[in-house]
């Protein structure tokens, strides 16, 4: 029973779709059976491992709208034997729209990746920056939540409206949603800001803050550009080390903590 991890900041440019993709490769690269699920119109997330969106049949929007199998859109990186990529495009905008007529309109991606959860030790999903029924969809799916903070100004800005969020999903629709951990992004060490955002999220949220920080480095913006996950483009770069650290971090909680148990609550 694979765990489902949503990536999620209706903030744009905060680092989801670095950390999903680097998550899941790091998941991937020490050999956890890992979905790399791209929930965001823009697809980046398709594209980051390796994909042209526009060549791209099916996306996740079938499987939602259309009720078409997931099985049948995922798709096998090259890059990596054990991860595989659902991927998105352009047309996900539309299943927004679609979808609002639907029953249980909350609930299509919970069902979509229903059949798959027994293939996959993680599934990661990286959503897109709002807060609209897609996103609704992935913490409905979700069993846990990780939320990248960029150690910017205003990091903590529009916060309370995700936590919020969550808390409406947790009591209406998905009682079992943990938040997984708050993820801070973009440090850059010779910054008082950068110091002065760490500080101040550990203030705030205390133990829910993950230990490992993702560094400002440069090839994790690179990488993308060649379609292919840091830890293949650098593997001793530092953001490279600190995604396998995060990815580290996330297995040993899970396995300390619940035991696998946990992960089969969503399910009964
Ligand atoms: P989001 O998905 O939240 O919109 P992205 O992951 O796309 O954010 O990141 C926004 C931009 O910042 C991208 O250009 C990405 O390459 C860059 N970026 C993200 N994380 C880092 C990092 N740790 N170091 C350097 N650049 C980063
Ligand atoms: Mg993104």
Do not use: W
């Not at 991927?87 to 007529?101: C, F, R, T």
């Not at 249980?104 to 599934?123: C, G, H, P, T, W």
């Not at 379609?227 to 297995?251: M, W």
């Amino acid at each position: 029973m694979g765990k489902i991890i949503a990536v999620a900041n209706q903030k744009g440019g905060v680092g989801k779709t670095t950390s999903s993709i680097n998550l899941a490769a790091s998941l991937a690269a020490l050999e956890y059976r890992t979905l790399l699920v791209d929930a965001d119109p823009q697809a980046n997330a398709t594209s980051g491992v390796g994909f042209d969106p526009k060549d791209i049949q099916h996306s996740i929007y079938e499987c939602m709208v259309d009720g078409i199998n997931a099985q049948d859109i995922i798709l096998q990186t090259n890059i990596l034997p054990h991860l595989d990529l659902m991927p998105s495009h352009i047309d996900l905008v539309g299943a927004e729209v679609e979808m609002i007529n639907l029953p249980n309109r909350e609930e299509k991606m919970k069902q979509a990746l229903a059949s798959l959860v027994d293939q996959y030790d993680f599934i990661i999903i990286d959503c897109s920056p709002s807060l609209g029924l897609i996103t609704v969809n992935a913490l409905t799916a979700a069993n846990s939540v990780i939320i990248p903070v960029q150690c910017e100004y205003f990091a903590l800005e529009g916060l309370g409206k995700l936590l919020n969020t969550i808390k409406i999903i947790q009591s209406r629709l998905n009682p079992q949603l943990e938040i997984e951990g708050i993820l801070l992004t973009m440090y850059d060490v010779r910054l008082r800001l950068s110091n002065q955002v760490v500080e101040e999220v550990k203030l705030h949220f205390q133990q829910l803050v993950f230990d490992t920080i993702i560094p400002r480095n440069v090839k994790l913006s690179e990488s993308p550009s060649f379609g292919i996950p840091v830890i293949l483009h650098d593997a001793e770069s530092k953001g490279s080390i600190s995604y396998l650290n995060l990815a580290r971090e996330i297995v040993e909680k899970n396995s300390v903590t619940q035991d696998g148990a946990a992960y089969a609550e969503g399910d009964a």
